[in-house]
């Protein structure tokens, strides 16, 4: 299981460590992400009250990688973070159908937000290994991702929980974000 130090060695330094930033709404698995991001054990937990912040340093490269709560209240102070953001990783439930209209109008605010203007976009379609969840394809429709046309951005399918497809989706975006 490769994980995200091992996809870092085929690159080059950055010009500088990158930020990037986990949003969605709560129950996404944001912070289940940045465990597997950061290579830690994932603990069952309950939703993020403020934030979590993760430094990945592995030989001489340091990501670091902020999961922000989801939750209404929360989401208002997620701009305080956008200044510094070089990619944003936006975390979707697949299994959520009634809530992907509302993760619609909240990635609109993102993309709409001009601190974030041409900032690469990455969708997670978490949770994809359960039955009956929403395919890749219609969640690429149901948030008009095609539509997008100011900002490199792409959409994997992936279980947060299981890790699998989040390398792919690290490994395209480590291509936009760095300087090999």
Not at 153 to 175: D, F, P, V
Request: contains cysteine; hydrophobic residues 40%.
């Amino acid at each position: 299981n490769m994980g995200l130090l091992d996809l870092l060695k085929n690159y080059k330094k950055f010009e500088k460590n990158p930020n990037l930033l986990i949003l969605g709404l709560d129950n996404a698995g944001k912070t289940t992400l940045l465990y597997n991001l950061s290579q830690e054990k994932i603990i069952d937990q309950g939703p993020t009250k403020g934030l979590n912040a993760k430094t990945i340093i592995q030989e001489g490269f340091t990501i670091n990688v902020t999961d922000i709560g989801g939750q209404k209240e929360i989401r208002q102070y997620w701009s305080y973070y956008y200044d510094e953001c070089d990619a944003i990783l936006f975390v979707v439930d697949a299994a959520d159908d009634a809530r992907i209209s509302e993760c619609n109008e909240q990635l609109k605010a993102l993309l709409n937000d001009p601190k974030l203007k041409k900032v690469p976009l990455l969708v997670y379609a978490n949770k994809s290994d359960l039955p009956g969840v929403l395919e890749a394809d219609e969640i690429m429709e149901k948030l008009e991702l095609n539509d997008i046309n100011d900002r490199d951005w792409s959409l994997y399918a992936c279980s947060a929980l299981k890790g699998t497809g989040i390398m792919e989706g690290m490994k395209w975006l480590l291509e936009k974000i760095s300087t090999k």
